[in-house]
């Protein structure tokens, strides 16, 4: 993924070990929210994305 994204000149973060309060506030401030596993379906993160109306893709 990290290969992809450089290739295509996409900015992104990864953030590790954040309070509730913390991930609330990178939801209402990111643009998008992807989330991409090849474990897991639908999760939380989705729902979370939503409650501050941001787009959310997932593959």
């Known amino acids: 993924m990290k290969k992809e994204l450089n290739e ?4 992104y ?3 590790v070990d954040l309070t509730d309060e913390e991930v609330f506030e ?12 090849t474990y897991e379906g ?3 993160s ?3 994305a939503k ?9």
């Not at 295509?8 to 900015?11: F, G, W, Y």
């Not at 990178?26 to 596993?37: A, E, P, R, T």
């Not at 409650?51 to 593959?59: H, L, P, R, S």
Request: glycine share 2%.
């Open 13 to 15: 973060e990864n953030y």
């Open 42 to 44: 639908f999760g939380m």
């Open 26 to 37: 990178q939801y209402k401030n990111c643009d998008i929210v992807l989330f991409s596993s």
């Open 51 to 59: 409650i501050v109306w941001k787009t959310c893709n997932y593959f």
């Open 8 to 11: 295509n000149k996409i900015d």
């Open 46 to 48: 989705m729902i979370e």
